[in-house]
């Protein structure tokens, strides 16, 4: 094992040295930092070499397999692959922000909005929305009302449930779709509320 790192720290020093003398020895011009890249990488690849020599076995260096992959038609693969999964997180992250804001929006008008769904062009009229599924009900406005104490007997409960059910008429149908006719152009025809 003593050997082993006596030959590492010698082949680190060697290494070191080659380097240094290269870089005093080229001229001072805008190459030289590339040189500085190039020894630094020797420098590295002598460090950690043995290393994983002695404790991996042999390793391969398939040099023509990295050249392939910075081949233009592999770069041109890799950057359009890259573009398709930009595309998806921006229309996620639109149709997320786009489906909030109706959300408030309509919830501003006091009705409950329980569902929404967007269908949005992804092609000619990019980000347009072309159809929008809502499941709206109706809020129903008590005024304010003061109670005094007030005494619940809870002994005799029964477990009957009971449904607030709200139905949207089509005047509260006609304001939603006024609304969203009016902030997102979408047209009264392709909203549907349920």
Same mark, same amino acid.
Request: no cysteine; net charge negative.
């Given at each position: 094992?003593?050997?082993?790192?006596?030959?590492?720290?010698?082949?680190? !020093?060697?290494?070191? &040295?080659?380097?240094?003398?290269?870089?005093?020895?080229?001229?001072?011009?805008?190459?030289?930092?590339?040189?500085?890249?190039?020894?630094?990488?020797?420098?590295?690849?002598?460090?950690?070499?043995?290393?994983?020599?002695?404790?991996?076995?042999?390793?391969?260096? *398939?040099? %023509?397999?990295?050249?392939?992959?910075?081949?233009?038609?592999? $770069? $041109?693969?890799?950057?359009?692959?890259?573009?398709? $999964?930009?595309?998806?997180? &921006?229309?996620?992250?639109?149709?997320?922000?786009?489906?909030?804001?109706?959300?408030?929006?309509?919830?501003?008008?006091?009705?409950?909005?329980?569902?929404?769904?967007?269908?949005? %062009?992804?092609?000619?009229?990019?980000? *347009?929305?072309?159809?929008?599924?809502?499941?709206?009900?109706?809020?129903?406005? $008590?005024?304010?009302?003061?109670?005094?104490?007030?005494?619940? *007997?809870? =002994?005799?409960?029964?477990?009957?449930? !009971?449904?607030?059910?709200?139905?949207?008429?089509?005047?509260?149908? =006609?304001?939603?779709?006024?609304?969203?006719?009016?902030?997102?152009?979408?047209?009264?025809? %392709? &909203?549907?509320?349920?």
């Amino acid at each position: 094992m003593q050997q082993f790192i006596n030959s590492w720290a010698s082949g680190v !020093i060697v290494a070191v &040295i080659i380097a240094t003398i290269l870089e005093l020895i080229l001229p001072e011009n805008k190459n030289k930092k590339y040189i500085k890249m190039v020894s630094g990488v020797f420098i590295l690849f002598t460090i950690i070499s043995p290393i994983v020599l002695k404790f991996n076995g042999n390793i391969e260096l *398939d040099i %023509d397999k990295y050249t392939n992959m910075l081949m233009p038609e592999n $770069v $041109v693969e890799v950057q359009e692959t890259a573009s398709i $999964v930009t595309d998806q997180n &921006i229309i996620k992250v639109y149709r997320e922000n786009l489906t909030r804001n109706i959300k408030t929006g309509i919830e501003n008008l006091n009705y409950v909005v329980n569902s929404i769904e967007l269908e949005i %062009d992804e092609s000619k009229n990019y980000g *347009d929305i072309k159809k929008i599924y809502l499941q709206v009900e109706n809020v129903e406005l $008590v005024p304010e009302i003061n109670i005094e104490n007030v005494e619940i *007997d809870v =002994s005799n409960t029964s477990n009957t449930e !009971i449904k607030n059910e709200s139905k949207l008429t089509e005047n509260d149908k =006609s304001i939603i779709k006024e609304f969203l006719n009016k902030n997102y152009r979408i047209s009264a025809k %392709d &909203i549907y509320i349920s």
